[in-house]
């Protein structure tokens, strides 16, 4: 006997957008991982926005495993052609992370709140990245003059900071990354280039796809499509 008062099914989205949205996405993985490879400035990046607009738009596995596949190809390839340390695990929880605050996106295509999440992303990896510098360039204050919570270390082109293995520390290294001029990060600091960055580019991957999802099937099917809801 079948229930009269069960619930709705879920809404589905239409094949012809999950086609799309998948083109778009596969697109857009090509160009950030492209993108993290060419010379560019530190921390201006279209990974972390990826992984909010995945959260938003894609099915929660891919949105998780798509950040991650750019990021760790990259990795990958940076290490094989520069020699460089990867795989830094912090970084990519700090991706994973933008992909979980884009769940929050899933039911919404307002401006302001995709703008405020976008911003709560990029703070969360200002603590979490530089949280892992401090991890790797900290030593026991024993070593740094008394009182001293910081030092710079010339070692090759640049000098390179030394922080001591506690809270004033830390704090030292989240003010060190805090200003929004940095001669070695132009235009705007390591800090500024973040948040810059993941705004324009989450308004360039939010706009595109609803552009293009307007542009191709037409203004009712758009309105809805990319949003999954689940069943109430």
């Not at 010379?39 to 991650?68: E, K, Q």
Request: overall charge neutral; some cysteine; charged content about 10%.
């Amino acid at each position: 006997m079948n229930d009269s008062t069960s619930q709705p099914a879920p809404e589905q989205q239409s094949p012809s957008v999950v086609r799309i949205t998948l083109g778009f996405a596969l697109v857009m993985a090509v160009v950030a991982g492209l993108q993290r490879c060419f010379p560019h400035p530190f921390n201006l990046t279209l990974i972390g926005a990826l992984a909010l607009w995945g959260g938003a738009r894609l099915s929660p596995w891919l949105a998780l495993t798509l950040p991650l596949s750019v990021w760790g190809v990259t990795e990958l390839a940076e290490w094989k052609i520069k020699g460089n340390p990867s795989f830094n695990l912090l970084v990519c929880a700090g991706f994973l992370i933008y992909a979980l605050l884009g769940f929050l996106l899933r039911r919404t295509k307002s401006p302001a709140r995709i703008g405020a999440i976008c911003v709560l992303g990029s703070v969360q990896f200002f603590l979490i990245t530089n949280f892992s510098a401090w991890m790797t360039m900290s030593v026991d204050p024993a070593e740094l003059p008394s009182g001293t919570s910081m030092v710079l270390v010339h070692q090759g082109e640049y000098p390179m900071p030394r922080y001591a293995r506690n809270l004033p520390g830390l704090t030292a290294c989240y003010v060190n990354a805090l200003p929004f001029t940095n001669p070695d990060a132009p235009p705007l600091g390591l800090t500024g280039n973040l948040m810059a960055g993941d705004l324009f580019f989450t308004g360039v991957l939010f706009g595109l796809h609803a552009g293009l999802l307007w542009v191709v099937l037409g203004r009712r099917e758009q309105e809805y499509a990319p949003i999954q809801r689940d069943a109430s």
